[in-house]
Each structure stands twice: as structure tokens, then as C-alpha cells.
């Protein structure tokens, strides 16, 4: 990751202690690449399987790290494959017919390499209609390679054998819920059969499949369907699908079960008619209409916005119970975590409603950015997922409030993306190397992603952005390119010249911006210095300035916005050309200076408008100058940010006075900001939504990423005294809009969503009271909640206060809900991060309760995952009992499932954040992680880089 590799040589430690490791599925580039692993035994009376048999055992090497350098174009194109899967209870075979085409020409035929894996059963292998003799391949837990293929175009036929059933891992064919279902990105398709499983090669694919008709009546696939029908006297059934699209070998998809079905169309801008269906449980077809809704509302929405239509007639979402991410893009099937499509306004919060509507457009926009046109190689996923994540942001800002939108998206930047970049994981957007690919899935290459893209739409306007995409699709549809391709389709379609940007793909850390500022009354100028540095990062230093867009605005004393002019521009006149108020700068040294003319009164600048980089910002902006802008300012993001700025300062000195032993005292200036906060709540037209998210204290995590050695106790207790004194000194003004934000009835509407989130917060201000006239008005509110959002919000009151009512309100929402697995992980989440002391022993009860499966990966992100990033104080309890319990799990998980233990063990991945105490603790339970033989590549390649 980034520049800190993790080679064979620089292993030899770890690899020491570790006598075996899972096999890998990352093989690049070599065609031979894992000839030296044991061959698998694969003995069927096939020619193949004798050969693989005949080979000795040897140990598995240490993972080696793959690198973006290395990349070679492949020698072989697969221009059309042919599978046909029977799917059986105990196994199920699979036919694959390749159309192979060299892309050498002459000379000396060049072995073909296909990725494999231990779980898949190779059972014959032909070319062209010829099996190939014991001395023709060599198979190995990576693969198989054909030493000598043809050298011109020739039909390869391989057929495998899997068990579905078996797959704990859910990567390639699994079972879920008795259905079988897909996830192939990144490298699951090499669990199903031998193929180059690589982003680089694309296919037609026709699929074929046939099953058990009474157990599987629902047989689906890519593209369209062109045939089916009954076979066995109707005992069994088949389908076929064709997608005429070429695509990558990880955007396959198969569906099989019995499932509903709902059903509506979609016109598009061409008059053409799209049959759209979404397949859930039996049971839950009434959960799947605002999934729809949202599906039917994105495909409209990139019509209008980037002129980008649908190309297919039939559009497929399918909804399974057991999947590792949130949802696949496979082309005209999507598979969704079914917690992403399920929702009713008793079943799901309102923020379950804003995720489906944004994952639904996301997968729906990746028809474009990410299927027609996919990365090259897996250093360029953010290619795909950054340009798209962008764009399902973009979305549901136009679709909700996109101030509020805005705020959401930077919170999580800073809560997760920031602390990523300052720790021992730091990678760029596009890394330079993994062990396991599947670890780079993260929100340095989504939302930083993201951001990056963003910084392009600042810098060149919305019709410059537009231009750029008009013009990356024109040249690359149908084909695999890389995030230079993409920043060349930007500069070329706006001739700018954006080199200074490029760092951005390359470099790993954030950005620290300084911002210094002057006014001369006399000269009527105002003057902004701007400085900009990287803080090194692991395997990286001296890193480059880079080119950023800084936007700006300058306030008058009466809050209104001045019309700005840079030195050397010529103001703006008359009708034809608007006055700026927000002017872009283009910020690229290491320091700069920018003067703004014809400033005619000292004015207050806001600075970084919209978080127009994501960079961390210092100014000398004064409490009262922030205190002016939470009022005045017109940008939503930087009112917000005012008073964040203000409240992360008043806590940081108060985590000192509480290290120093000092008595903690509240500034009242910031008790009458949040005063004027929610008093403005009860006038007319408020915007309820951003004044809910403007209340929101700075969290523990949050500040633990400002504060050096970071003691949990200490963050809780200043940040908890800073609640609680808000929440006494404005109890009424809490009380009062409570009340006056509790509706009758439930609505959907974006002013009652408003007023829900508005009217909940405030509950949680007030349950830091620790009254108990509080904990019996927020058992009420929940025996009254007409809808999930209410239920969790009064639950959530409760779950951190050892009283009655705590224990009644659990008691009440299992007995209603415990046959609802998607609901039953909230109540397993809002126990798990409740700040109560010693919690670590109800999160251990709840491991063997019976609404608890370590199998699916939701119930463990909500479980453990809400234990280890919920309430710090316990995880990092300085008795070490959250950490045991971690690396416990993390090891019991990584026999089943590799990819959801990695996760989990990135609890441990800033240890050298905290005191010397949790450190050691924290390092003891790594050094017992990776020293455990037989651990995954997923979880090794994350131990082993926090340790080094």
C-alpha cells in the first residue's frame, strides 16, 4: 500500500513464525506466478487430476506483495466465454468455453496463465476439443498454467467442480438463505472456475444455468435472457443469458432460488422500455418499493445530469441476507446486502432510507463509471469507485438537503478516511502495491476517492466537468483505463494544463493548509497567505506541493456576502458578467499569497467553502469571527463548521485540564452559540435538518486523532462534562423543541424526517442528565414510536443508563422483533456500543445469544464492529479485556471468512496512538494474530503493516 510494500524479502520475521498461510488469490503478472506451491490433489479419473495428484507437498510460501510496476498487458484476450453451471445440493459443476485469442504475434508460444483456488475441483481441460495430457499444464493452489498454448486463436474448455454450500467465505458461488448467489469482485470468479481473473480482460459472456425447478425457481444472469425451459419432466429447469457488453470476469453474477419478485418500467430518454425487478425473500416483497422507487429516480437523474442512458432492456437487483460488502454492480444484476433494499417506516430509520437511496444510484451509476468503462488494474479501483461515489453524493444532495448532504459526507472523511492517512495503512488513492486486494477497499480510495473527483468539478466548473465526462466516455467506452486516462480526459476536454494535480493519485497523507490573513483599509485589500504541506507518511516522504481548489468568501458586518475581485482581474460590470462571492482559488505551491482589490471594509473570511479539498485547515480566525460566521455565513458547509471548530477547541483544552488534574469549567460563549442554535429551530422556514446536525458535539474518536497520546478516559470524560453542561444549561430550549418536533403520526416528508432528527437529538442531549424523569419519558416515547427511526432513538437513550427502563425498552423491542434478523442487528449494535462500564461482558453474552451468527457478516459488523468503534472507554478499558476479545474474534472469524476478519482486526491499527499501557496490550494481541499459522492474506497483510 502506497510506497510502504510489504516484499517477500523485508517478510522474513513474520514469515518465520508463520509456518503456513492460506493461499493466495492475487496472482500478477507472471503466467508461472505460484509454480512452486504444492500442486492440489484433484484425483476424478481425469488427466488433470492425476497430474496435480503426482506432485509432492510442499510448504505455502509467504504472501508476496503485487505491485502497480509490474503491470503487463496480458498475452491472451478471452473474446467470448461460454459457462454452464448445473447446480446441485452437494456440488455443482461448471462448464467454461473461452474463445482465446493471443495478442502476440509469431514466435514462441507464451504460457497462459488462469487464476484459481484451492476450493475449485478441476476436472478436465481441452483445447480445441483435444484433452491436454498430464505434462501440458501445471496446477497449484494459485492456478493452473497451459505451458505452451496455441499460438493462434483457439477454444479452451475447462469444467470444475465447487460446493456452494461450503463457501464461508462468500467469495465466488455461495449459499444464502438457501439460495445461491455471486460476488466476484475483486477475485471471487477464480472460486468458480480457472480464468484470468483480471480487470483487463474482458469478455461476452453467455451463461447458462440449470437447476432443481421446485427449489430454484428464479434462475438469473447477466445481460438478457434468450432461452429457458423445462427439463427432466419438468424436475429441473434452465436458463440462458447473453450480455452483449463486453465485462470483466468480477462483474459475473448468478442468482438462483426461490424468491418474489416486484415489477415496474422505465422509459428512457430514447423512448425505450426497461423492465426493472427486484427479487427478495417471499416474505419480504413489501419491504422492496422504495428500493424501486430510488432505482427508477437514479436512472432519471443520470439521464439529466450526465446524459448517460441505460443500455439493456431488463435491469435485475436481487437482495441476499449473507454478503461481505453493501452491494455489486454486476452489469444488469445487481446482488444488494439485503439491508440496502428492505424498508418499511416500521422496519428502517431514516437513515436506513438515505443509505438505500444512495447505494441503490450508486450501483445503478456504475452501469457507466465502472462497467462500460472499468479500471485496468485493481491500483485503479478508485477510478471507478471514487468517480462513483462522487456521483451517488451528487445525487443525494439533489434529491435531500445538500448542505446537510455535504456536512455527512466530510464527517466521514474525518472520522475514518483522515485517521487511515496518519496511520500505518496509509496508501494514495491509486496504491503502488497489496498482498490482498481485498484490504484496499477503503475509504482512502472511495471517499478520498471522491473528494478528488470533486476537487476536478471546483476547478473547472459543472460545464467543464460535464465536458471532461463527455469526453472520457467517447474515447474509453467498452474499454480498461487508468486514473491517468481519466485526469487526461479532464485536461484535454478543458485544455488546462493539470499537472500539479497528479500528486493527488500518487501521494499518501492530508494535506495541512495555513491560511494567514490582513487588511489594509487604507489600500482596500484583504490578503490570504496560503501554505501547504504533507506530513510524511509509511514508505513516503518529501512529498510534492499539489494543485487545490481553496474556495473563499469574504462577509460584510451585516453578513452579507462582498463581491470579490483577485489582483490582476478586472471587476465585474453591468448585467452580462456576475459578481463571484465565492471565488476558486488555485492553490498549488508550497506558499502563496492571494490579494483581493476593492475590499472597502475589514471583512470575515470564510475559507474553504464546501470543503472544497480535503486537507486539514488552520486559520487565525478569532472565537468571535467563528461565532459570526455560525450565524452568517451563506455556505452551509462552513456555518456547520464554525461551530465545530469552536467546540473541538473548548474540548481539546478541557481533555488537558482533565490529564492535568485541573477543574473543568464550560465557556459560556459556546453555551449561547448552541442557544442560538436550537432557539432558531422555532422560526419560520428553519432548516431543521442542519440545525440537528449543527448541535452535534465532536465524538471521542474524532478528538483522539487530535489529541497525542490519546488516553479514551480522559477524551470520555471531557467530552461527556461538555454534554452534560449544554444539556443542564439549555434543558428547557431542548425540552421546549422536543415537544414542539413530536408529530402525531409518521411521515416520509423531508420536513418530518427534519423534524425526527431534530426532535431526537435533543432526546439525547437530555439522557446525559441521568434523570430519571428523562428515562421514563424516553421509555414512553419508545412504547409510542410508530416507526423504527423513534424506536431506535429511545432505545438509543437508554441503552447507556443502568436503570429499568433500560432493560424494559430491550426487553420489549426483542420480543417484537426477534424473528427479523435485519432489525435484531440493531438491537445487537445498541447494545454493543453502549457506554456502560465493564460492557465487554454483555457484548461476550450477546456472542452466544441466539440472535447472533458469526457467519454473517452483518451481525458481526454490528456486534463487534459497534463494540470496538461505539463507545471507546470499553474497547480500549485499560485492563486489556476489549482488546482479548477482539483478537479472539478476529481469529475465530479468519477460519470462516478472511475478508470480514480483516475488517474487524483494524481495531488495533492505531496502537501506537495510546499510552504506553494500551500500546503494549494492543501490540501483545497483533504479535498473537499474525504468529497464528494458517492466518489469511487479509488479515496477515493488515498485522503485519501495523507492526512494522
Given amino acids: 500500500m502506497g510506497a510502504s510494500v510489504l516484499r517477500a524479502s523485508g517478510q522474513a520475521g513474520a514469515a518465520a513464525r508463520r509456518t503456513q498461510h492460506r493461499a493466495s488469490a492475487a496472482t500478477w503478472p507472471s503466467p508461472a506466478h505460484g509454480l512452486g506451491f504444492a500442486a492440489r490433489s484433484t484425483n476424478r479419473g481425469h488427466s488433470a487430476a492425476s497430474s496435480a495428484s503426482a506432485a509432492p507437498a510442499v510448504a505455502d510460501a509467504p504472501p508476496k506483495a503485487i505491485y502497480l510496476s509490474e503491470y503487463a498487458a496480458p498475452d491472451y484476450v478471452f473474446a467470448k466465454v461460454a459457462l454452464d453451471f448445473n447446480l446441485g445440493e452437494e456440488r455443482t459443476v461448471v462448464g467454461n468455453t473461452v474463445s482465446v485469442e493471443p495478442t502476440y504475434t509469431g514466435g514462441v508460444s507464451r504460457p497462459l496463465f488462469l487464476n484459481g483456488d484451492p476450493c475449485v475441483e478441476l476436472t478436465s481441460i481441452e483445447v480445441d476439443g483435444k484433452s491436454l495430457p498430464p505434462s ?13 498454448p496455441p499460438t493462434e486463436p483457439f477454444t479452451l474448455v475447462i469444467t470444475t467442480v465447487i460446493k456452494p454450500q461450503d463457501n464461508t467465505e462468500l467469495e465466488g458461488l455461495y449459499k444464502s438463505s438457501g439460495n445461491f448467489c455471486t460476488q466476484c469482485e475483486a477475485e471471487g470468479f477464480r472460486r468458480i472456475t480457472f480464468f484470468q481473473d483480471r480487470p483487463d480482460v474482458m469478455s461476452v459472456f453467455t451463461t447458462t444455468i440449470t437447476a432443481d425447478k421446485a427449489l430454484y425457481p428464479v434462475l438469473l444472469s447477466n445481460g438478457n435472457l434468450v432461452d429457458s425451459g423445462d427439463l427432466d419432466g419438468g424436475a429441473r429447469h434452465f436458463t440462458v443469458w447473453e450480455d452483449p457488453f463486453v465485462k470483466p470476469s468480477y462483474l459475473f453474477a448468478l442468482v438462483a432460488g426461490n424468491l418474489g419478485v416486484i415489477e415496474d418500467t422505465f422509459q428512457t430518454c430514447s423512448g425505450r422500455d426497461v423492465a426493472l425487478r427486484i427479487y427478495v425473500e417471499h416474505h419480504n416483497l413489501d419491504k422492496a418499493d422504495f428500493a424501486m422507487a430510488s432505482l ?14 441505460y443500455d439493456l432492456d431488463l435491469f435485475n437487483i436481487v437482495a441476499v441476507d449473507d454478503f461481505n460488502m453493501g452491494a455489486m454492480e454486476n452489469k444488469s444484476l445487481n446482488i444488494f446486502n439485503s439491508r440496502l433494499i428492505l424498508a418499511t417506516p416500521q422496519t428502517a430509520t431514516d437513515a436506513d432510507y438515505a443509505a438505500i437511496e444512495g447505494v441503490v444510484a450508486h450501483e445503478y451509476f456504475h452501469n457507466w463509471t465502472g462497467n462500460r468503462v472499468t479500471c485496468r488494474d485493481w491500483f485503479q479501483l478508485s477510478l471507478k469507485e471514487g468517480l462513483t ?59 478520498k476517492g471522491a473528494e478528488v473527483v470533486r476537487m476536478y468539478d471546483t476547478l473547472l466548473g459543472k460545464a467543464g466537468f460535464r465536458k471532461g465526462m463527455d469526453l472520457y466516455f467517447k474515447r474509453h467506452d467498452g474499454q480498461a483505463v487508468t486514473t491517468d486516462d481519466f485526469l ?29 490573513t490582513a487588511y489594509d483599509a487604507a489600500a482596500k485589500t484583504f490578503t490570504m497567505t496560503c501554505t ?10 518529501g512529498k510534492l506541493p499539489v494543485l487545490m481548489p481553496i474556495a473563499v468568501g469574504l462577509l460584510r458586518a451585516d453578513g452579507s456576502d462582498m463581491a470579490l475581485t483577485l489582483q490582476g482581474e478586472a471587476p465585474a460590470v453591468g448585467t452580462e458578467t456576475a459578481a463571484e462571492t465565492t471565488k476558486v482559488l488555485r492553490f498549488k505551491d508550497a506558499s502563496q499569497t492571494y490579494v483581493f482589490t476593492g475590499v472597502d471594509e475589514e471583512p470575515v473570511p470564510s475559507i474553504l467553502r464546501n470543503f472544497s479539498a480535503p486537507v486539514r485547515l488552520t486559520t487565525d480566525l478569532t472565537q468571535q469571527q467563528l461565532i459570526f460566521l455560525m450565524a452568517h455565513d451563506s455556505d452551509a458547509f462552513n456555518r456547520w463548521e464554525a461551530g465545530q471548530t469552536l467546540t473541538r477547541a ?35 422556514g428553519a432548516d431543521r435538518a442542519f440545525i440537528a446536525r449543527a448541535m452535534v458535539v465532536p465524538s471521542e474518536s474524532e478528538l483522539s486523532e487530535l489529541v497525542s497520546p490519546a488516553d479514551p478516559d480522559v477524551i470520555h470524560a471531557a467530552r461527556v462534562f461538555v454534554v452534560k453542561a449544554l444539556a443542564a444549561a439549555l434543558r428547557s430550549e431542548f425540552e421546549t423543541t422536543l415537544a414542539a418536533n413530536t408529530a402525531a403520526e409518521y411521515s416520509n416528508e423531508p420536513e418530518a424526517r427534519a423534524q425526527r432528527t431534530l426532535k431526537n437529538m435533543c432526546l439525547g442531549f437530555l439522557s446525559y442528565l441521568e434523570d430519571p424523569l428523562v428515562d421514563a419519558d424516553a421509555l414512553e416515547r419508545y ?42 442487528n440493531k438491537w445487537l449494535g445498541l447494545q454493543a456500543s453502549a457506554g456502560l462500564p465493564n460492557n465487554v461482558d454483555n457484548v461476550i453474552a450477546l456472542t452466544k445469544h441466539p440472535a447472533f451468527d458469526i457467519k454473517n457478516p452483518n451481525k458481526v459488523y454490528s456486534l463487534v464492529g459497534g463494540f470496538v468503534g461505539g463507545t471507546p472507554t470499553n474497547f480500549h478499558a485499560a485492563d486489556g479485556r476489549g482488546y482479548e476479545f477482539l483478537g479472539d474474534t478476529v481469529l475465530a472469524l479468519d477460519k470462516l471468512n478472511g475478508s470480514v476478519a480483516a475488517r474487524m482486526v483494524g481495531g488495533f491499527v492505531r496502537w501506537r496512538k495510546y499510552d504506553e499501557g494500551r500500546q503494549a496490550l494492543m501490540k501483545a494481541q497483533l504479535e498473537r494474530i499474525v504468529n497464528t499459522e494458517g492466518l489469511s492474506e487479509n488479515v496477515y497483510e493488515i498485522v503485519s503493516k501495523s507492526l512494522e
Avoid at 296 to 309: H, N, P, R, T
Avoid at 653 to 676: F, N, Q, V, W
Fill in 136 to 148: 501440458a499444464f501445471v496446477l497449484t493452489p494459485k492456478g493452473l498454467t497451459i505451458t505452451a
Fill in 296 to 309: 427508477i429516480k437514479s436512472m432519471a437523474w443520470d439521464e439529466e445530469v450526465f446524459g448517460l442512458e
Fill in 389 to 447: 461515489v462522487y456521483r451517488d453524493q451528487e445525487f443525494s444532495s439533489d434529491m435531500n438537503s445538500r448542505g446537510v448532504k455535504r456536512i455527512g459526507d466530510v464527517s466521514r472523511v474525518r472520522a475514518a478516511q483522515f485517521p487511515q492517512d496518519a496511520g500505518p495503512m496509509a496508501h494514495p488513492i491509486r496504491p503502488e502495491s497489496y498482498i490482498k486486494m481485498d484490504n484496499f477497499y477503503t475509504v482512502t480510495v472511495y471517499e
Fill in 488 to 516: 487526461a480526459a479532464m485536461a484535454d476536454a478543458n485544455d488546462v494544463d493539470l499537472t500539479a494535480f497528479m500528486p493527488w493519485y500518487s501521494q499518501a497523507g492530508t494535506p495541512a493548509v495555513g491560511v494567514a
Fill in 532 to 541: 501547504q504541506s504533507t506530513p510524511d507518511t509509511p514508505g513516503q516522504t
Fill in 650 to 684: 473548548l474540548l481539546l483544552g478541557l481533555i488537558a485540564d482533565t490529564a492535568a488534574g485541573r477543574e473543568l469549567k464550560m465557556d459560556p460563549a459556546i453555551t449561547e452559540a448552541m442557544r442560538s442554535i436550537i432557539s432558531g429551530a422555532a422560526e419560520a
Fill in 783 to 824: 412504547k409510542a414510536a410508530d416507526n423504527m427511526t423513534d424506536q431506535v432513538a429511545s432505545l438509543a437513550a437508554l441503552t447507556s443508563r443502568e436503570c429499568l427502563e433500560r432493560e424494559d425498552a430491550l426487553g420489549l423491542f426483542y420480543e417484537q422483533w426477534k424473528e427479523d434478523p435485519l432489525i435484531m
